[in-house]
């Protein structure tokens, strides 16, 4: 019996390890597109609407 319940804890646990990981590895992958981007945008943006011409800098 005892043996049952310490297998149940290690399955429990590492359940929970890869939990964190897979939680760890999406953040990365999230950061990760979101800088990608906000590097492809471009340098400057040009508008032009009703209020006249706007120029907008990245950065």
Do not use: C, W
């Amino acid at each position: 019996m005892l043996r049952h319940v310490k297998r149940q804890e290690f399955f429990m646990n590492r359940n929970g390890l890869y939990a964190v990981i897979a939680i760890l590895l999406i953040a990365v992958v999230g950061f990760a597109i979101y800088t990608y981007q906000q590097q492809t945008r471009p340098g400057i943006e040009v508008r032009v609407d009703e209020q006249g011409i706007s120029i907008d800098g990245n950065g």
